[in-house]
């Protein structure tokens, strides 16, 4: 697979979107939410053929953590997250920490340290799920945008209670089969007969098969795939840290950071 067939921005968006959340949430859009003459994402019938051989190419591959090593490869989006060692720890003292008490930190978001906020980062776990200023796993969307989207607010209710709003893209399913079994999970193929679901976000080398024939019902999931909680290890200047960094998309020299 060359980079130059996934050189128009429609190409790049379904690569990414296959990267991050699997060959189903980029193909199977319910055709309402398609404008009228194009496919998923808007792209034309020549972006159609090629879409439909990255299409082809990914389920051809058919074990799961190698497809979508291969099609993060393939797009040139990233080299597959791993953790250098163990993660660092936070100093704390952790706290269940609710949405009202991040947006309350406000006033505090000015001198801080970006270093440590980038080191919470990877501390909160973060990093093993969400690509962020060059770095981190696809499970999640990229957050290096976030900032530009989301005020504190919204960041603070994304990261306390994930499963209020979750993104479309990265909806798990929950897979009940004919003998009574339920697997949740993102569905990352549905190749040759048989679904492969990643089971085990923070690891996309662990997947289950189902063969279709056995599928009772597949419904999206109401829980995120994002765990809750991940801020409870840190301390008041950690969370304010981690949320500058996350806030300044990354950049050192914003002014959160001026002493
Ligand atoms: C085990 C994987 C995992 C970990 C760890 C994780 N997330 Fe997520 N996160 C997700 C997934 C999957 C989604 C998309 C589904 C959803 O919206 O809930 C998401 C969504 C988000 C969103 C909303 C993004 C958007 O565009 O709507 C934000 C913000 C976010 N995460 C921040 C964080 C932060 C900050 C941390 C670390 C404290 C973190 N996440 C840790 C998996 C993870």
Partial sequence: MTTSRLSRPPLRAFAACLAAAGLLACTSRPAETKPSGTGALGASA?????????????????????ADRLAIEAAGLRKPYKPKGALP???????????ADLVALEPKLKGRNFKNGEKMYVAARCIVCHRFAGD??????DLSQVAGRFGLKDLAEA?????????DQYKASVVKTADGKTITGRVVSEGSGKLVIVTDPEDSTKVAE????????????????????LLNPLGETEVLDLLAYMLSRGDPNHPMFRK
């Fill in 46 to 66: 020549e972006d159609l053929a090629a879409i439909s051989r990255v299409h082809r190419e990914y389920v051809a591959a058919h074990n799961a953590s190698d």
């Fill in 136 to 141: 981190g796993g696809a499970t999640g969307p």
């Fill in 210 to 229: 189902v063969a279709k024939d056995d599928i009772e019902s597949i419904k999206p999931s109401a829980v995120s795939l994002m765990p809750e909680k």
């Fill in 159 to 167: 990261i306390v209670e994930p499963s209020k709003v979750i993104s």
């Fill in 89 to 99: 720890k936070a100093a704390g003292p952790g706290r269940e920490w609710t949405t």
